[in-house]
């Protein structure tokens, strides 16, 4: 019998228990590679994480296999060549995925069905799904392609950020990855249906989400939502709301601290109006809006739980804010969001350790590459 190298196992027994069982699974005519991969002596990345015995049991020993940081960077390679070659939009789709999946655990799931991950990100899930499945999905978890994905797409627009303006700039950081996150049993589907913190939010309802799901402070929660920096909201095809979080589409896909200084703004007028009125969407959807884009669409635009950090709007049950924008008073975060619209370089810092933060949500014994 040859066993590969790259593999420890501890304890002969073990082989030769976990060899027992590939032949067995070889007889009962599995075809994932599951039945030589045990016989051989080999073993998947996360086989002890994702529920293999532990130390001690009956098979003994066992070390999961190091994922290499070569095979990281063929992964961003390629990430790079199908998923975001002239497609930088997908930048905060990418992040997006990353959020919805670690919501509840990042186990490489996200359920279709379920209309808060309705939107465009679906587009770029069948890429990303599509790369992991011809060639990654016996090199690591799911749920490890999808943080991988967004810390690419967090490397690249920075670096997108910086290479194209001149106003905006944030100095580099290190977006770390870690492997070692288990994917569920149905993935990449699930049937569970995950609460996401709603766009009508008011500011307690916002902070009492990131505390109970990720652990996160105030601050923290403010840091993480600079997320909105990339992106927009998708309009009745998705949640209703409407726009780019900043000028224009070309705007949304550069990692920067903008956000932050758009809401701190005081030169702008910012309207809460009810997009459905626009859109035909079934429910109202309250949001702030300042401006639009050639095409009508509105930009900068907010919604209730990013402006819920500067201002004490206190919404109504469908959203409608309480009063005009510079008439709330400030919210108890006011500051932190000041703060980062003056220094961007100071929120970089902090947005990169809370992200490292959130994708570990549900995940032990994470490690770095080797």
Known sequence: MKFDTSYLWVGQSSIRVLGQIGGRLDQAGTDDGTASMLREGRVYDNLWACGFPKPNSVFGEVSRRALRSKTVENVKTDLRAKLFQDREDRYATAVRIAFHDCVGGCDGCINRANPDNAGFMFESLDVMDTIYEDKYKLQMSRADFYILTAVTALEDSLKFN?????????????????????????????????????????????????????????????????????????????????????????????????????????????????????????????????????????????????????????????????????????????????????????????????????????????????
């Open 162 to 370: 910086n290479d194209n303006l001149t106003q905006h700039f944030i100095s580099p950081v290190r977006f770390d990855f870690k492997y070692g996150r288990c994917d569920c049993s149905t993935s990449p589907g699930t049937p569970v249906t995950r609460v996401f913190p709603a766009g009508h939010s008011d500011y307690q309802q916002v902070m009492d989400f990131f505390r109970e799901e990720f652990g996160f402070s105030v601050r923290e929660s403010v840091a993480i939502l600079g997320a909105h920096t990339l992106g927009g909201a998708s309009g009745a095809k998705g949640s209703g709301f409407e726009g780019f979080w900043k000028e224009d589409g070309v705007a949304a896909d550069r990692l920067n601290n903008r956000y932050y200084s758009l809401l701190a703004d005081d030169a702008l007028t910012w309207e809460n109006t009810d997009r459905s009125v626009v859109t035909g969407y079934g429910e109202e959807r309250w949001q702030w809006e300042a401006g639009s884009t050639s095409d009508g669409v509105p930009a900068p635009f907010m919604l209730n739980a990013d402006v819920a950090l500067i201002r004490d709007i206190q919404p109504n049950r469908n959203g409608k804010s309480s009063c005009q924008f510079r008439d709330c008073s400030l919210s108890p975060s006011a500051r932190i969001v000041q703060e980062f619209a003056s220094d961007g370089d100071t929120w970089m810092r902090e947005f990169a350790k809370v992200f490292e933060r959130m994708v570990a949500n549900g995940a032990n014994q994470l490690m770095y590459p080797a």
